[in-house]
């Protein structure tokens, strides 16, 4: 069993404010695999002023970017010694499966060096050429960081959300407070254990578990300057309304129920294949996963023939089994919400192809669903609407390319997608008029270089490569 009954506060571990501490289950039996200390406001008064102090004084903020550039290198060389320990631990606390937290490795390698190359190109300081050549003005613009961040990621990419802003915020020179799910007190205590190797200055770092209300009262704190929100859509709101009271800075990544376009020229067993990545990575629990299937009308059952294969095939059970490729929600409640919209598409009239709200035999003691796809549905349906963060695909029939696209974009969210074609550019074009923060074609990967985000209820701003590092940032103008 794993305990952290310290939390990590500007770069020390210290007591925490209360001592209780939480236990956490197994997702695949509720065995008890770790206790850990739990922030509460006092703690979170304290992450904020150490961070405040710690921008206020300088130390970071006026480091030269070279320097913090290295300092943030030597993390990610820290964290790729530890590739195995950090999926274990997302195993372990989430119930993803073991074949997608080893695959997620080397993406956060990726990751971490898009912002790297982006911090080293970046224009920190540039002087601008005066459109009026006789003007005896110059204007310098600086990009100098917004001040201490709070950083709020959920439960269900734990790494990937927490390098994703704080590599970036750091790299511009800001202070941060890293708020942590509950559920990932045991990859987050190791992640701070690896910020404490790093060699960060005092104060400029902290690593917080703590609960929604908690998470409340730091993103409405006075001395939190920018908020960095990835999440739900109903919690963004609510953080949108927080900072445009406050006037703060805030990004939000959230929620999403993106369509995959399979076109008619598609090799059907190939974008079948790639689906069952793209649409059933971590479980379902993902925002980007592409749960929409639009099949041409005159291939429809050829696809749902082939889904219901592909996804009856799938071993689902102990996350740690190298064969699994679906394990258990990460908490019973998730594991009824899924079973619940499972429930509701058969009472809405769509087709049950294969799966059901039935927990699969054998995996009572945990937090298992059934994989399901439902065929003869309408875009209308709220299987087909609403987000369910589960392994359940709906089928949905589209007449020609024109209706297609109109489906895709007939939804609040706006933040992924994919089309499939035999023909990229004819893909690429389609792509084009899809209102998505990210499309990709015939099951390309995500890339770190290019801005991700959403559109829509699916957020604001980007995150990535040099736009998301400029995020981190404001601008100066200094007239000479």
């Given at each position: 069993?794993?305990?952290y009954d310290k939390?990590?506060?500007?770069?020390?571990?210290?007591?925490?404010?209360?001592?209780?501490?939480?236990?956490?289950?197994?997702?695949?039996?509720?065995?008890?695999?770790?206790?850990?200390?739990?922030?509460?406001?006092?703690?979170?008064?304290?992450?904020?002023?150490?961070?405040?102090?710690?921008?206020?004084?300088?130390?970071?903020?006026?480091?030269?970017?070279?320097?913090?550039?290295?300092?943030?290198?030597?993390?990610?060389?820290?964290?790729?010694?530890?590739?195995?320990?950090?999926?274990?631990?997302?195993?372990?606390?989430?119930?993803?499966?073991?074949?997608?937290?080893?695959?997620?490795?080397?993406?956060?390698?990726?990751?971490?060096?898009a912002y790297l190359?982006?911090?080293?190109?970046?224009?920190?300081?540039?002087?601008?050429?005066?459109?009026?050549?006789?003007?005896?003005?110059?204007?310098?613009?600086?990009?100098?960081?917004?001040?201490?961040?709070?950083?709020?990621?959920?439960?269900?990419?734990?790494?990937?959300?927490?390098?994703?802003?704080?590599?970036?915020?750091?790299?511009?020179?800001?202070?941060?407070?890293?708020?942590?799910?509950?559920?990932?007190?045991?990859?987050?205590?190791?992640?701070?254990?690896?910020?404490?190797?790093?060699?960060?200055?005092?104060?400029?770092?902290?690593?917080?578990?703590?609960?929604?209300?908690?998470?409340?009262?730091?993103?409405?704190?006075?001395?939190?300057?920018?908020?960095?929100?990835?999440?739900?859509?109903?919690?963004?709101?609510?953080?949108?309304?927080?900072?445009?009271?406050?006037?703060?800075?805030?990004?939000?990544?959230?929620?999403?129920?993106?369509?995959?376009?399979?076109?008619?020229?598609?090799?059907?067993?190939?974008?079948?294949?790639?689906?069952?990545?793209?649409?059933?990575?971590?479980?379902?629990?993902?925002?980007?996963?592409?749960?929409?299937?639009?099949?041409?009308?005159?291939?429809?059952?050829?696809?749902?023939?082939?889904?219901?294969?592909?996804?009856?095939?799938?071993?689902?059970?102990?996350?740690?089994?190298?064969?699994?490729?679906?394990?258990?929600?990460?908490?019973?409640?998730?594991?009824?919400?899924?079973?619940?919209?499972?429930?509701?598409?058969?009472?809405?009239?769509?087709?049950?192809?294969?799966?059901?709200?039935?927990?699969?035999?054998?995996?009572?003691?945990?937090?298992?669903?059934?994989?399901?796809?439902?065929?003869?549905?309408?875009?209308?349906?709220?299987?087909?609407?609403?987000?369910?963060?589960?392994?359940?695909?709906?089928?949905?029939?589209?007449?020609?390319?024109?209706?297609a696209v109109r489906?895709?974009?007939?939804?609040?969210?706006?933040?992924?997608?994919?089309?499939?074609?035999?023909?990229?550019?004819?893909?690429?074009?389609?792509?084009?008029?899809?209102?998505?923060?990210?499309?990709?074609?015939?099951?390309?990967?995500?890339?770190?270089?290019?801005?991700?985000?959403?559109?829509?209820?699916?957020?604001?701003?980007?995150?990535?490569?040099?736009?998301?590092?400029?995020?981190?940032?404001?601008?100066?103008?200094?007239?000479?």
């Amino acid at each position: 069993m794993i305990t952290y009954d310290k939390l990590y506060i500007g770069g020390s571990w210290v007591e925490p404010s209360a001592s209780e501490l939480l236990d956490i289950a197994s997702p695949h039996d509720q065995s008890l695999i770790g206790r850990a200390a739990q922030a509460r406001p006092a703690d979170i008064d304290r992450a904020v002023a150490a961070a405040r102090t710690s921008f206020d004084t300088g130390e970071w903020r006026l480091t030269p970017p070279a320097e913090r550039i290295a300092l943030l290198r030597r993390f990610n060389a820290l964290r790729e010694e530890n590739t195995e320990q950090v999926a274990r631990l997302i195993t372990l606390e989430n119930g993803s499966a073991a074949w997608f937290t080893r695959a997620g490795q080397p993406g956060l390698t990726r990751q971490a060096n898009a912002y790297l190359k982006a911090a080293e190109e970046f224009g920190w300081e540039e002087t601008l050429v005066p459109s009026d050549p006789s003007s005896p003005v110059r204007s310098v613009v600086r990009r100098e960081p917004i001040g201490v961040v709070a950083a709020v990621i959920p439960w269900n990419s734990p790494f990937s959300s927490a390098t994703s802003k704080i590599i970036p915020a750091l790299l511009a020179g800001n202070s941060v407070v890293l708020k942590v799910s509950p559920e990932n007190s045991l990859s987050m205590g190791f992640l701070a254990e690896l910020l404490e190797r790093t060699g960060l200055p005092e104060g400029v770092v902290s690593v917080l578990p703590a609960d929604r209300e908690t998470s409340e009262y730091l993103v409405s704190h006075a001395d939190v300057d920018k908020i960095a929100f990835t999440g739900s859509t109903r919690a963004g709101r609510r953080i949108a309304s927080i900072a445009g009271e406050q006037l703060k800075r805030v990004s939000l990544e959230l929620g999403g129920k993106s369509a995959a376009v399979i076109l008619p020229d598609a090799d059907i067993d190939k974008a079948v294949a790639g689906l069952k990545f793209a649409s059933l990575l971590n479980n379902g629990e993902s925002c980007i996963a592409q749960t929409r299937i639009l099949a041409p009308r005159e291939k429809y059952e050829e696809v749902v023939a082939a889904l219901k294969e592909l996804v009856g095939s799938l071993k689902v059970g102990d996350p740690n089994d190298p064969d699994t490729f679906i394990g258990p929600m990460i908490r019973p409640d998730q594991q009824q919400r899924v079973r619940d919209y499972i429930q509701l598409g058969i009472e809405e009239g769509a087709r049950l192809v294969v799966g059901g709200p039935d927990v699969p035999e054998g995996l009572e003691k945990g937090n298992y669903v059934t994989p399901t796809v439902f065929a003869d549905a309408d875009n209308s349906m709220r299987i087909a609407q609403e987000e369910i963060f589960g392994p359940v695909l709906v089928v949905i029939a589209y007449e020609d390319e024109d209706d297609a696209v109109r489906i895709a974009n007939d939804c609040e969210y706006g933040l992924s997608g994919g089309v499939w074609s035999a023909d990229e550019e004819h893909a690429l074009a389609l792509a084009r008029r899809i209102r998505t923060g990210t499309v990709t074609v015939n099951g390309a990967s995500v890339g770190f270089d290019g801005p991700f985000g959403g559109f829509k209820a699916s957020g604001t701003g980007r995150e990535y490569g040099a736009v998301g590092l400029g995020t981190y940032t404001e601008y100066k103008t200094i007239t000479v």
